[in-house]
């Protein structure tokens, strides 16, 4: 009996615990502001196409907030009386497009004042943008692919199990397939009221970081070594600055010199950065496709640019050092894009919910760059 007793009230304290921690979920904004979300949808709908590379910009702000203190749009703080915030961090100088989401932000809140949390405007519009980068057109036979696949229980998460078209179909399908993936975002996000420049510097992964130092960053922020491969994905759209990889060009061991060139990069692509793009070893301004020739398509070819030791970081390189992640991108590129855009989803989802803050915590803040 009294072995019951206690067992219920695990029960029943495991459910007290479970329901005092909040949940994001879809249309979070359905009653107190039904527009919000059309409103982040129409404003990117009407500016990314005439300034494309934001999207980029967007996506990788969205990912450097939620690895900082979880999504709570701390990343968009400005610093405060002398103390430096997130955004003064050297991996965050390089981010653009904070004018986007206070643009977006005065329009929401105009709509609805003190509703819509900037966490969620973020999350929110670098799904959006990644959307409508090039405008998609499935073609018809193709979605004729994707529901043989459904139906048979195979374009499920892993793209191993998927079935392989012929390379003429697939080629077909590259050709045709444009526009970026979309995936769900729950909304509810709460914003923070802290932002530290040191902790961005400690918790946003490094591009010169080596595999195991990449998946110990994503499993403290509970991400699987699938999530550290289908993110990185993100690559396949933006731009890198020099300085982000010149030592893999210059001066890989600390001798230095073109001689000195990161042996786990294509020489020919080595030798071709450094003919024309970083000229220098101390370049810091040039910007260079990540994924040179599609910079502003989401597709497999950051994955086949990896395969062929031409990804622009160490940590593009990375990936293919261990071989379980090596055998998805394998994988992934020997099927559909659209598998791609699954996993990405997937994984993009995963991302949005880092350590969110819901119900109580933090406040809605009525300008993104400043605490209430
Ligand atoms: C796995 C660890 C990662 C590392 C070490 C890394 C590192 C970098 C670096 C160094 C740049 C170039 C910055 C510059 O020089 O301007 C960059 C760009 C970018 N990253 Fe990552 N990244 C990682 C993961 C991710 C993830 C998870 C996402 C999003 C889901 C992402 C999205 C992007 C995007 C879209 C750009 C292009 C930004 C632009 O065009 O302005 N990255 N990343």
Redesign the pocket.
């Known amino acids: 009996m009294a072995r019951m007793m206690v067992v219920a009230l695990m029960v029943v304290a495991l459910a007290v615990v479970g329901g005092a921690r909040a949940q994001l979920r879809e249309g979070f904004y359905e009653q107190s502001c039904p527009r919000a979300e059309q409103i982040v949808k129409h404003y990117v709908q009407q500016h990314i196409p005439h300034a494309p590379?934001v999207a980029?910009?967007l996506?990788?702000t969205?990912?450097h907030d939620c690895f900082v203190r979880g999504c709570d749009a701390s990343v968009l703080l400005n610093a405060t009386g002398g103390n430096e915030a997130e955004k003064d961090a050297a991996?965050n100088q390089?981010?653009?497009g904070f004018a986007f989401i206070d643009r977006v932000k005065a329009l929401v809140e105009a709509e609805c004042p003190g509703v819509v949390s900037c966490a969620d405007i973020l999350a929110l519009a670098a799904r959006d943008s990644v959307v409508v980068i090039v405008i998609s057109k499935p073609p018809l036979f193709f979605n004729c692919l994707l529901l043989t696949a459904h139906r048979h229980g195979r374009s499920s998460i892993s793209p191993r199990n998927y079935l392989t078209p012929n390379k003429k179909l697939r080629r077909m399908m590259n050709d045709e397939m444009q526009g970026g993936p979309s995936w769900s975002v729950p909304t509810g996000r709460r914003d923070g009221t802290v932002s530290i420049k040191q902790e961005a510097l400690d918790q946003i992964?490094?591009?010169t970081?080596n595999f195991t130092q990449?998946l110990q960053?994503?499993h403290n922020k509970s991400l699987e070594l699938a999530d550290?491969v289908w993110?990185?994905g993100?690559?396949t759209?933006?731009?890198?600055?020099c300085?982000?990889f010149t030592e893999r060009l210059y001066n890989f061991t600390g001798r230095g010199g073109p001689g000195d060139a990161d042996p786990s990069l294509d020489p020919v692509y080595a030798a071709n950065l450094r003919r024309n793009k970083c000229k220098t070893a101390t370049d810091n301004t040039t910007?260079v496709e990540?994924d040179p020739g599609s910079f502003l398509t989401f597709d497999l070819s950051y994955y086949r640019g990896v395969l062929k030791r031409r990804g622009l970081?160490q940590?593009d390189a990375a990936l293919i050092t261990d071989a379980a992640a090596k055998a998805d991108i394998l994988s992934v590129v020997n099927a559909p894009p659209e598998v791609f855009f699954q996993v990405f989803a997937r994984s993009?989802v995963r991302?949005g919910n880092i350590q969110v803050k819901t119900g109580h915590e933090g406040e809605i803040r009525k300008h993104c760059a400043l605490v209430n």
């Open positions: 590379s980029a910009t996506l990788r969205h990912f991996p390089t981010l653009r992964p490094a591009p970081m990449l960053s994503f550290l993110l990185s993100a690559h759209i933006g731009i890198g600055h300085d982000s910007i990540m970081f940590s993009m991302m």
